[in-house]
């Protein structure tokens, strides 16, 4: 689209059918395209995010179509896309596995934070293990690395602290 804008919307509300297809219709209503979205249950209740390009004469009207599905129960805040990276630094996908407690994450995002490595997508959640139905934490995360940081020295960071918080780490592509 020439002369367009993208934009992210945030939404949090009551889980029930018709959310998704109620955010659809607002931006299909407004001229925008719906380019990217991370849509799920979480505690409850229905969360997520959606990239959204549409004309910048029809911003207007975006606001004023997610305010009615605001009134239906679903929270909506609209604040404009950032840069893409102009260069896809390296990227490194990894899974953490281990028995439950607090702070996994907190040290996990320490490390990342102090090589310089940048968290592009988290994804996490508990669940019950097969043998002895101990409860089981699971993180996948996706990363780009800055110039410089090699993959290998980031695993080697994160298998360094693998024993103090009870995880496996698995490391792909």
């Given at each position: 689209m020439s002369d367009s804008t993208r934009?992210?919307?945030?939404?949090?509300?009551?889980?029930r059918p018709g959310?998704?297809?109620a955010l659809a219709e607002a931006v299909l209503a407004a001229?925008?395209?719906?380019?990217?979205?991370?849509?799920?249950r979480l505690g409850g209740?229905?969360?997520g995010s959606v990239l959204?390009?549409?004309p910048d004469a029809n911003v207007g009207e975006l606001q004023r179509q997610v305010q009615s599905i605001d009134t239906a129960g679903l929270n909506v805040v609209i604040n404009p896309a950032g840069d893409e990276p102009a260069t896809a630094p390296g990227a490194l996908l990894f899974e953490l596995v281990g028995q439950?407690?607090?702070?996994i994450i907190r040290e996990v995002s320490a490390i990342l934070a102090r090589l310089g490595v940048n968290i592009e997508s988290l994804s996490s959640g508990e669940e019950t293990a097969a043998w002895g139905g101990e409860r089981l934490?699971?993180?996948e995360l996706l990363v780009t690395l800055p110039e410089g940081?090699?993959?290998e020295a980031v695993q080697e960071a994160l298998e360094s602290i693998s024993g103090e918080i009870m995880v496996d780490f698995t490391f792909g592509g």
């Open positions: 934009i992210v919307l945030s939404v949090t509300g009551s889980d959310l998704t297809s001229g925008g395209n719906w380019q990217e979205g991370h849509l799920s209740l229905y969360v959204v390009e549409l439950d407690r607090p702070g934490f699971r993180a940081v090699a993959p």
